[in-house]
């Protein structure tokens, strides 16, 4: 296959793809950001595996984990076909399921984000409960400042 021809396949797949995202009624930035978070996942992921020292990121455990993600979005997509279809709830319907799964994405991502920065794997439910404690501590000392500001 020439380089052309390869260009007009991916022009010819991502128009597919928008086309279809438009005709069942999935927004689009949703679907952007699950694919980022996809995306962004699959980094995390070798960063995850660099950081416990483990030796076997390969070609071909990469391929699968990309596939894996495009089987993901193809599955959303095929769920949201027969949301519309069956008129079966379907705006709210395809809105949860997009929604749990960039949640699902997003999870993952702070488990090996956190993975990374310590160096010891834990669960992801560990590495949220770190985060929204870190977070809860940061809001708590801004409003003590501010508290104290006002009392002065």
Do not use: C
């Amino acid at each position: 296959m020439t380089s052309e021809t390869i260009s007009l396949a991916k022009l010819a797949g991502f128009t597919t793809v928008i086309a279809y995202i438009e005709y069942v009624g999935v927004n689009p930035e949703m679907m952007t950001l699950l694919a980022v978070l996809m995306v962004f996942d699959v980094m995390t992921g070798i960063g995850k595996r660099i950081a416990l020292w483990h030796k076997d990121i390969t070609s071909r455990k990469l391929t699968v984990g990309l596939m894996s993600k495009i089987f993901v979005l193809s599955l959303l997509l095929l769920l949201a076909w027969a949301f519309k279809i069956t008129t079966l709830w379907n705006d709210v319907a395809i809105w949860v399921v997009v929604w749990l799964f960039i949640a699902w994405e997003l999870y993952s991502s702070i488990q090996n984000i956190h993975t990374i920065k310590t160096g010891k794997k834990i669960s992801e439910y560990d590495a949220v409960g770190t985060i929204l404690w870190w977070l809860l501590s940061l809001v708590k000392r801004s409003i003590e400042k501010t508290l104290d500001f006002i009392n002065k």
